[in-house]
């Protein structure tokens, strides 16, 4: 059962464009939403993360939006960068459970 | 952030060995700590979560005798994966979180590649 979808699966920006990266979760007892950034043979690095009772969350050139009545949150990069080429990972967090639910992934190429 | 780290990064060992992954949180104290495991272009599933001083409790289709988890110690969890075959080749991730209930946040280390030939 995939608990979260996240698309697109692949992801082409050209330099200074904007990349989106969308997730949507089923499980109502999640209550916190981090994003990763994984480089090759590199274990994944916590970009940035929201809970649920707020709407939006900017650090920098990443925002995210979380529409808690939707079950969907996204996050947008701004003025992307080639070396935000990389694959992005959405998660969803029971924190009674303290489990991290990984999203599918999407690799995003920023072409310079 | 705090540090968590794995090792060894890589490993090749021959099928039927056991090879034993080692996972540290190097600033703090880790009540909890997850193992993944992640194929090629794939996303981390989780294997098993270990509290210090318990026995790990493992996802469904995760063989906990194949894949041996020990949390010692409030820094060290120990990943083994015995008799080990082609099919177990992958990239293994663990994490680690303290034990404040208001923290959330899971910190990962850099993974170990294991290739079984």
């Known amino acids: 059962q995939q608990q979260v979808k996240q698309s697109p699966q692949s992801l082409i920006v050209q330099k200074g464009g904007i990349s989106i990266i969308n997730c949507a979760y089923e499980?109502?007892?999640?209550?916190?939403f981090p994003w990763y950034q994984q480089f090759p043979g590199k274990g994944p690095a916590l970009l940035i993360a929201i809970r649920p009772d707020v709407s939006e969350k900017k650090e920098g050139r990443f925002t995210i939006s979380f529409n808690k009545s939707a079950k969907q949150f996204s996050l947008h990069i701004m003025d992307s960068q080639p070396g935000d080429s990389a694959t992005y990972f959405c998660a969803a967090v029971n924190t009674g459970g303290f489990k991290t639910i990984f999203g599918a992934g999407t690799r995003l190429f920023v072409k310079a | 952030g705090a540090v968590v780290s794995q090792h060894p990064s890589w490993v090749i060992c021959k099928s039927g060995t056991s090879v034993k992954i080692e996972c540290r949180s190097l600033d703090f104290q880790a009540t909890t700590m997850f193992w993944y495991r992640q194929f090629p272009k794939q996303s981390l599933m989780l294997m098993a979560t270990?509290?210090?001083?318990?026995?790990?409790?493992?996802e469904q289709g995760v063989e906990k005798d194949k894949f041996l988890i020990n949390h010692a110690s409030l820094t060290l969890s120990t990943l083994t994966v015995t008799s080990a075959h082609p099919e177990d080749s992958s990239f293994y991730i663990c994490?680690?979180?303290?034990?404040?209930?208001?923290?959330?946040?899971?910190?990962f280390g850099q993974g170990t590649r294991l290739t079984v030939v």
């Open positions: 499980n109502t007892a999640f209550d916190y």
């Open positions: 994490s680690a979180r303290g034990g404040s209930d208001t923290n959330t946040e899971a910190f």
């Open positions: 270990s509290n210090e001083g318990s026995k790990a409790t493992y």
